[in-house]
């Protein structure tokens, strides 16, 4: 069947996370409009507003076409779609999807979802790119990719101005490039003028994975069928967590579809502790606080002892209050040294 003439012989997806900003204006003005692509960015920033800037601060820079990405809109060439905030990009055969699921890897858009779902719908299609950034987003995503035949391309760790995530996918899996931001353009424009090799049959748990992405809910047998259940609890709804080994980093996915990383799970879990232990302390003071009144109120009754016993009381909390705030600067310092 010929295709039409609109849509791109090659998919482009790209993450970003810390620094992507000024990587992805250098990138992007490497382009021109006879390269017959379309290109789809995740950059993690603020979760409010990002979306329109990026469009206008990237349109400065290249003349592709750059536009907030829509959801049901057909795929053309010479695009750069940008996701939304809080909204998962998604690509289907021809056609963007927008998806308000379960966070990934502590990100709504997340580009692991990106990479994913562009790898079941183009196979060798598609070239990932993974620029500067911070934790690693992304990695999930760029194994898919290639695993589904697609390109893997990754900003060189040595320029990169936070290399977490271009390193994190060089420690798990070969990647086709490994090159300096400047030469992008040039690789992308090699690739894209050889014909695609033929598409492959897409392995059954990257195609459920992909599938779980585009549903809010899922049954919990479609996980079940990924990997082994573990003794954790996901930190967002509570749910059992669901290992998934890959490579040589496990990844961990409960039914509803929160995923993370080792690392993602770790912090998530530390800031779930650290938010806990601030809603304990906050408790024991105001505990605290009103032993204290009713010692006052009942010393000016004249009821001595009991006034005696809601001081000790008092006293008893304020050194587990003192305790707790020890725990939580403990807390605090190693979620911040990670």
């Known amino acids: 069947m010929q295709r039409n003439t609109d849509e791109p012989e090659y ?3 790209i993450g ?15 382009f021109n409009n006879q390269m017959n692509i379309a290109v789809f960015i ?8 990002i979306g329109d800037y990026l469009v206008q601060r990237l349109q400065q820079y290249t003349p592709l076409k750059c536009k907030k990405a829509s959801s049901n809109e057909k795929i053309q060439k010479g695009y750069i779609y940008i996701a939304s905030p809080n909204h998962h990009l ?9 998806g308000y699921g379960a966070y990934e890897n502590r ?13 079941v719908a183009y196979s060798t299609r598609v070239i990932g790119i993974i620029l500067t950034g911070l934790l690693d987003d992304g990695r999930a995503g760029m194994l898919a990719i290639k695993r589904c035949g697609g390109t893997a391309i990754v900003q060189d760790p040595n320029e990169a101005e936070y ?26 424009n090699t690739i894209i003028t050889q014909s695609p090799a ?4 897409i392995p059954e748990e990257i195609q459920a994975e992909a599938h779980i992405s585009e549903n809010v809910s899922v049954g919990v047998n479609n996980v079940e069928n990924l990997g082994e259940q573990t003794i954790y609890a996901c930190p967002d709804c509570g749910g059992s967590l669901w290992e998934i080994k890959d490579e040589k ?13 080792e690392a993602d799970l770790l912090l998530k879990q530390a800031e779930n502790i650290e938010a806990t232990l601030w809603v304990a302390l906050r408790m024991m003071e105001e505990r605290r606080n009103l032993h204290r009144k009713l010692a006052e109120d009942t010393i000016r009754k004249g009821f001595a002892r009991l006034a005696a016993d809601h001081r000790q009381k008092a006293e008893e909390l304020e050194t587990h209050v003192e305790k707790m705030k020890e725990i939580l600067f403990t807390t605090q310092n190693n979620i911040k040294s990670g």
Request: with cysteine.
């Open 11 to 13: 998919i482009v997806v």
């Open 16 to 30: 970003a996370s810390a620094g992507g900003l000024t990587a992805l204006t250098e990138f992007v003005a490497q």
């Open 42 to 49: 995740v950059l993690h920033l603020s979760t409010t507003g």
């Open 90 to 98: 998604l690509i289907k055969k021809n056609m963007v999807m927008l």
């Open 107 to 119: 990100w709504r858009p997340s580009i692991d979802v990106l990479f994913r779902s562009a790898a």
């Open 163 to 188: 290399p977490d995530m271009p390193l994190a996918i060089l420690d798990n899996m070969e990647v086709d490039y490994a090159i300096s931001l400047s030469q992008m353009g040039e690789i992308i």
């Open 198 to 201: 033929p598409e492959i049959e």
């Open 249 to 261: 980093t496990p990844r961990f996915r409960c039914y509803v579809g929160h995923s993370y990383s």
